[in-house]
């Protein structure tokens, strides 16, 4: 067993490599502009006696649209930092380095994975967390309400970068060439935000569906524990709010759990 | 810096929507009814009470539906509390009336809305801001200044790196 | 281990290393199973690899002081340090960033890597393949005092015989996978030569041809170099080859009794083509 103490350094080492400059400037840069442009002026009236519970769903309302809007910065920022990590450490030769080194394949597969998810969507949550902040913030008790439905966020952008990183991890392992991985990764990435695009005019019935999609359903799971209500007789408002976590939990795992066998038990360098 | 530079871009151009108009069913006769006007600080805009829609001059034809445009006419006592419960305004008025606030901080303000007049009615409140793009008397003023400090603080701590490196390299 | 391209070299080395999963039959090292127990020959042994990679934005000293934390090393900054000193990059460069080293500096960097925590076995890949004669020649030298002084075992795998020569005691042939000599240095050298003949002649094929009839012949093929020859006995074929020059109706510019080396060594088995 590799100890916790090398797997930090690893990680620690992993992190400088892959959000080396300006690689860390550019995310927080444009994954700011979304997040703060994407909340609008705070102009909402209400009655006093609702106020608690539509100050909620406005924070609610602004995250929802705030994580939205991000997740397609973050697939193929993504994509493109999980290339970096494995298939340019493939072309370069890190990778036999490292492979090479005594630390178990486990340790390595894990810290490069999280040595790009975990900060991507710590960025992410922090920059939610910065905008709505800015935009809610009046007192002690704004600042707990908002805490308490932004920390929901969290778990369920991380989840949803475990899928885009998986299929990005299986695209760099498959292709092993960095530039032809990223470009790879982010189309994959691409592809799966344009369904859930499309309209019922295009796709028929198909279109009701697309709220199970690996691009909407992390989406629909926070939404649902935050209490958003979507339209009656939708999939959305009819299959429960934990139907949606599960869901998001299989996309999460579906790619990473088959690559991380592969790593650990037949990934070979052959060239 | 980043950051600092987006909020200065972002409430530079940011401006506020023209136009909130919110009615709670029928006040009765000297009952008051409250709402929470939750605002970033924009600067001067006008509160507006007794108006369905707003004012007629603003209305294309065909844009609002008929009889949404008549006004409330009703006698009723108005008093307005900023977020640190200070009061901007107070007095009895006959809508539909229009009076200007000057909003300052982030957060709550209150609008109190008692019925003196004889029979119970709707009282519809609204708060309006001139149309136009970027108006810069209604740009976010808190976060223009966070913009302001943050940016400043980036470009100082960038630009001191700079000097320093330059400084040991000379060195 | 020394052998042509695609011999097999690094293929063994990545083997070894549990790199590569084999597909037949199994490799140990140490008595373990390279695959199976990889974590245990890793730790046992050291790698330079010839595509010498590293975290780059790290400086000489940091990566190695990561390097001697992934080998469980419990003192890192000490041994890193020390392997600094021993591959002679203990000046300002250990604190440079290695984006920034040139290719000797680099192979140094990888060197010292491989001698992390004393390793049981170094392997070193192509060592100093990628470096000008100045490196190559430092890059031996330190080799060497490792090898006499601190008692490190190396497995080198090279191209550059002359220079392999100088450190190496024991060697293996590769050719298309398969060992087709192996022994000590000085035995093998002795059984290669002097019974081999380079000879340089126009045109080359009528003398190949009247070469491969002879009884004192025992293998005859076309190089680069020109047309060597391995016989059974020399005398005889010194003997005959003027005869069999004239008969083939060839200029001969020069014939070369080749020298106890490792060059002539591999020559004679791979374009000798004599298998063991």
């Known amino acids: 067993m590799t100890s916790f103490k090398i797997i930090l350094s690893l990680l620690k080492a992993e992190i400088s490599k892959a959000w080396n400059k300006p690689t860390l400037e550019f995310a927080v840069g ?24 539509s100050f909620e769903s406005m924070i609610v309302e602004a995250l929802s649209k705030n994580m939205s809007s991000q997740l397609l910065p973050l ?3 993504c994509g493109i930092l999980m290339s ?67 920390i929901l966020a969290l778990p369920m952008i991380f989840l949803a970068l475990m899928f885009y990183g998986g299929i990005a991890t299986l695209i760099s ?42 691009y909407k359903a992390p989406q629909v799971a926070l939404g649902r524990t935050l209490g958003l209500t979507y339209p009656p007789d939708t999939i959305e408002s009819i299959l429960p709010g934990w139907g949606f976590i599960v869901l998001t939990v299989i996309y999460a795992l579906v790619f990473f759990i088959p690559m991380y066998l592969h790593f650990t038990r037949r990934f070979e360098i052959r060239e | ?49 007794g108006f369905f829609s707003p004012p007629e001059s603003d209305i294309k034809i065909g844009n609002t539906p008929p009889g949404f445009l008549e006004p409330v006419t009703l006698p009723i006592h108005v008093k307005v509390e900023d977020p640190a419960n200070q009061t901007l305004f107070e007095e009895d ?7 200007e606030v000057e909003f300052n901080l982030r957060g709550q303000y209150s609008v109190y809305l008692t019925n003196n007049g004889d029979e119970k009615s709707p009282i519809p409140m609204g708060v309006r801001f001139p149309y136009g793009e970027g108006n810069p008397i209604n740009r976010e003023a808190d976060k223009f200044l966070l913009g302001i400090i943050l940016s400043t603080l980036g470009m100082s701590f960038v630009a001191l790196g700079l000097i320093i490196k330059l400084f040991l390299k000379r060195h | 281990m020394i052998g042509p391209n695609g011999a097999g070299k690094t293929t063994t080395i990545k083997l070894i290393l549990g790199l590569i999963k084999p597909d037949m039959g199994k490799a140990e090292v140490f008595g373990f199973d390279c695959w199976k127990q990889s974590l245990d020959v890793r730790r046992r042994v050291g790698i330079l690899y010839e595509k010498v990679a590293f975290y780059d934005h790290l400086t000489g000293l ?42 000797g500096m680099r192979q140094r960097i990888g060197l010292a890597h491989a001698l992390l925590g004393n390793p049981e076995l170094i392997i070193l890949d192509e060592p100093t393949s990628n470096l000008d004669p100045i490196g ?19 497995l080198i795998s090279s191209h550059i015989l002359p220079e392999l020569e100088k450190v190496c005691e024991h060697v293996v042939l590769m050719q298309k996978g398969k060992v087709i000599r192996q022994g000590s240095l000085i035995q093998l050298l002795n059984s290669a030569a002097p019974q081999t003949f380079i000879i340089k002649v126009q045109p080359a094929e009528p003398l190949v041809a009247l070469l491969k009839t002879e009884e004192c012949v025992k293998s005859v093929s076309l190089t680069g170099d020109g047309v060597l020859v391995v016989v059974n006995d020399s005398a005889v074929f010194k003997q005959r080859l003027p005869t069999l020059v004239s008969q083939s109706n060839a200029s001969l510019e020069e014939v070369k009794a080749t020298g106890k080396d490792l060059e002539s060594l591999f020559k004679l088995a791979i374009c000798g083509g004599q298998e063991e």
């Open chain 2, 1 to 49: 810096m980043i950051i600092g530079l987006i909020l200065l871009m972002n409430t530079a151009t940011e401006h506020v929507p023209g136009d909130f108009i919110y009615s709670y069913g029928e006040v009765e006769v000297n009952e008051t009814y409250c709402y929470v006007v939750s605002i970033a600080p924009v600067g001067i805009g006008n509160i507006t009470i």
């Open chain 1, 30 to 53: 444009f994954i700011a502009l979304i997040s703060i442009t994407s909340i609008g002026t705070l102009v909402k009236i209400v009655e006093q006696v609702n106020f608690q519970s």
């Open chain 1, 173 to 214: 392992l498959t292709i092993r060439r960095t530039i032809p991985s990223a470009l790879t990764a982010m189309l994959a990435g691409f592809f799966v935000w344009y369904i859930t695009t499309l309209k019922s005019d295009m796709i028929g019935a198909f279109a009701d569906y697309l709220c199970l999609t690996p």
């Open chain 1, 75 to 77: 697939t193929l920022f």
């Open chain 3, 136 to 154: 190559r020649a430092q890059v031996i030298e330190i080799i060497n005092t490792l090898k006499s002084t601190e008692g490190f075992s190396f």
């Open chain 1, 84 to 150: 970096l990590s494995f298939a340019r450490d493939y072309e370069q030769g890190l990778m036999q380095t490292l492979l090479s080194s005594p630390i178990s394949r486990s340790a390595i597969f894990i810290v490069k994975f999280m040595a790009i998810i975990v900060p991507l969507t710590l960025i992410s949550w922090g920059l939610i967390l910065f905008a709505t902040t800015i935009n809610f913030y009046s007192n002690l008790t704004a600042l707990i309400t908002i805490l308490q439905i932004v």
């Open chain 2, 93 to 99: 008025i006959i809508s539909p009336y229009s009076f």
């Open chain 3, 62 to 103: 940091e990566h190695l002081i990561l390097m001697a934390r992934l080998k469980g090393i419990s003192n890192p900054l000490e041994e890193s340090k020390k392997v600094l000193k021993l591959v002679g990059l203990d000046n300002e460069a250990q604190h440079r960033r290695i984006g920034g080293y040139s290719a």
